[in-house]
């Protein structure tokens, strides 16, 4: 195998890689494979261990990021989620993610938006892989530079892009699939605005040949040249159960998806899968074995006569709009998380006017929600304000009305008392279920 176009990106340049995250590892194990003895820099937090990060390597050097010169550098080969000081030259900057679709980006499927891109890009792969040599990456799966030697064979990537990911692209996939853009990561991109242009790299750099697929308040971002755009809800889109795309169209009967959203998710798959041939047999045969994914919309089961649903996922207030409206019988929902000073009042609106709804407020961001809809004089009978999630649970078990759901969807982040959403997910089903 060939990888002689990979070794001219590196040849000859002065490169750091800045963050030894799972993707900094896998950029360090790449670029060692092709040269075992270039001098390459790492960047890490000035607390960082040091000695573990360079492992016996007598070619990495180790710095703190807070003190390193990367003007120095060739090449700054950046981690997702490191927010660029002033004073470092930009253009110097690149990621994995925009190496990797340099190389690959005609063989590649990506999937963005705020909400709906894990759940959207394991569908994608999930169908494919039925008819086709498949790679899942990104933000969901592995990192993308350890299926290089897959695409290198002429396979195809299925890759969830999160903003981060996206944040330095200059390049785009072939196949954009750009699902929504709520408000998000303020606390690191500052503006709504900016935020928005990281994620609308996925389009940016597509030419003539390739395809997007796009929410209709997204048209904006649509570059002139590009004329095979598909609008979600319009050219693509979910009719109860049944997927309906330009050419196609499929009625799935056996599914263990919740709630029409993952049906329109659903759809966008069964659009793509059906440029790369593969057939509707194959098709309902990949949905009837697909899983949903943890912690997005899981029934975990039933206690004292209470269904509970855990959608951890959920860190905004349009998720937790989609989960009420995607299930029956909704009675509590445990509402709030880390306040990252994200607008609440759409949401606000909803849990006003649906009175059938008992909400049980947690945490930061659940009272300062609780305290806005005071303020606004939008309090009604079955608001109710705890302390942590424990709280919340137990209280759900009294108030939820037998037969009925007690769901989890927090419309916050987890940061602040758990180490991620999967973690909070987990803590929920334990209390819930539990004795």
Same mark, same amino acid.
């Given at each position: 195998?060939?990888?002689?176009?990979? @070794?001219k990106e590196?040849?000859?340049?002065k490169?750091?890689i800045?963050?030894?995250? $799972?993707?900094? $590892?896998?950029?360090?194990?790449?670029?060692?494979?092709?040269?075992?003895?270039? @001098?390459i820099?790492?960047?890490?937090?000035?607390?960082?261990?040091?000695?573990?990060?360079?492992?016996?390597?007598?070619n990495?050097?180790?710095f703190?990021?807070?003190?390193?010169?990367?003007?120095?550098c060739?090449?700054?080969?950046?981690? /997702?989620?490191?927010?660029?000081?002033?004073?470092?030259?930009t253009?110097?900057i690149?990621?994995?993610?925009?190496?990797f679709l340099?190389?690959?980006?005609?063989?590649?499927i990506g999937?963005?938006? &705020?909400?709906?891109?894990?759940?959207?890009?394991?569908?994608?792969?999930?169908l494919?892989?039925?008819?086709?040599m498949?790679?899942?990456?990104?933000n969901?799966?592995?990192?993308?530079?350890?299926?290089i030697?897959?695409?290198?064979?002429?396979e195809?990537?299925?890759?969830e892009?999160?903003?981060?990911?996206?944040?330095?692209?200059?390049?785009?996939?072939?196949?954009?699939?750009?699902?929504?853009?709520?408000?998000?990561?303020l606390?690191h991109?500052?503006?709504?605005?900016?935020?928005?242009?990281?994620?609308?790299?996925?389009?940016?750099?597509?030419?003539e040949?390739?395809?997007?697929?796009i929410h209709p308040?997204?048209?904006?971002?649509?570059?002139?040249w590009?004329?095979?755009?598909?609008?979600?809800?319009?050219?693509?889109?979910?009719?109860?159960?049944?997927?309906?795309? /330009?050419?196609? &169209?499929?009625?799935?009967?056996?599914?263990?998806?919740?709630?029409?959203?993952?049906?329109?998710?659903?759809?966008?798959?069964?659009?793509?899968?059906?440029?790369?041939?593969?057939?509707n047999t194959?098709v309902?045969?990949?949905v009837?074995?697909?899983?949903?994914?943890?912690h $997005?919309?899981?029934? +975990?089961?039933e *206690?004292?006569?209470? $269904?509970?649903?855990?959608?951890?996922?959920? &860190?905004?207030?349009?998720?937790?709009?989609?989960?009420?409206?995607?299930?029956?019988?909704?009675d509590?929902?445990?509402?709030?998380?880390?306040? %990252?000073?994200?607008?609440?009042?759409?949401?606000?609106?909803?849990?006003?006017? %649906?009175?059938?709804?008992?909400?049980?407020?947690?945490?930061?961001s659940?009272? %300062?929600?609780?305290?806005?809809?005071?303020?606004?004089?939008?309090? %009604?009978?079955?608001?109710?304000?705890?302390?942590?999630?424990?709280?919340?649970?137990?209280?759900? *078990?009294? +108030?939820?009305k /037998?037969?009925h759901?007690?769901?989890?969807?927090?419309?916050?982040?987890?940061?602040?008392?758990?180490?991620?959403?999967?973690?909070r997910?987990?803590?929920? &089903?334990?209390?819930?279920?539990? *004795?």
């Open positions: 195998m060939s990888l002689a176009t990979w @070794k590196f040849e000859g340049k490169i750091v800045w963050g030894m995250g $799972r993707e900094g $590892r896998s950029t360090l194990a790449f670029i060692r494979r092709l040269f075992p003895d270039m @001098k820099a790492i960047a890490e937090r000035s607390d960082a261990d040091f000695e573990a990060i360079r492992n016996g390597d007598a990495v050097e180790v703190a990021d807070d003190t390193f010169d990367f003007n120095a060739d090449m700054i080969i950046k981690s /997702p989620g490191i927010v660029v000081r002033d004073g470092i030259d253009s110097k690149t990621e994995e993610t925009d190496l340099k190389h690959y980006g005609k063989r590649t999937i963005t938006g &705020t909400k709906g891109k894990s759940t959207t890009t394991s569908l994608v792969y999930a494919l892989k039925e008819a086709c498949v790679n899942l990456c990104g969901i799966g592995v990192p993308c530079f350890d299926v030697d897959d695409m290198e064979k002429g195809l990537a299925c890759f892009l999160s903003c981060h990911q996206l944040e330095y692209c200059t390049h785009s996939p072939h196949i954009a699939v750009f699902l929504n853009l709520y408000e998000e990561h606390d991109y500052g503006t709504f605005e900016k935020y928005a242009e990281a994620k609308a790299n996925i389009l940016k750099y597509q030419d040949d390739d395809i997007a697929i308040d997204l048209k904006c971002y649509i570059q002139p590009n004329e095979r755009v598909y609008t979600i809800g319009k050219d693509i889109y979910a009719d109860g159960t049944t997927l309906i795309g /330009p050419e196609h &169209t499929l009625a799935i009967r056996e599914s263990r998806l919740i709630g029409a959203h993952n049906f329109e998710n659903l759809a966008i798959a069964y659009f793509i899968s059906t440029l790369y041939g593969v057939t194959q309902k045969e990949a009837k074995k697909f899983r949903p994914l943890p $997005r919309l899981a029934y +975990i089961g *206690k004292d006569g209470i $269904r509970y649903v855990n959608d951890s996922i959920s &860190t905004i207030g349009e998720t937790c709009i989609k989960a009420v409206e995607a299930l029956d019988y909704v509590t929902v445990l509402v709030g998380g880390m306040d %990252r000073g994200i607008s609440y009042d759409m949401f606000e609106e909803f849990l006003y006017e %649906r009175n059938d709804l008992q909400i049980i407020f947690m945490y930061a659940g009272k %300062r929600i609780y305290h806005e809809m005071q303020e606004k004089h939008l309090l %009604r009978e079955g608001l109710f304000m705890v302390e942590d999630l424990a709280e919340a649970v137990h209280l759900a *078990k009294k +108030i939820t /037998p037969g759901i007690c769901l989890l969807s927090p419309a916050a982040s987890s940061y602040d008392h758990f180490k991620n959403f999967e973690e997910g987990e803590v929920f &089903t334990r209390l819930a279920l539990e *004795k």
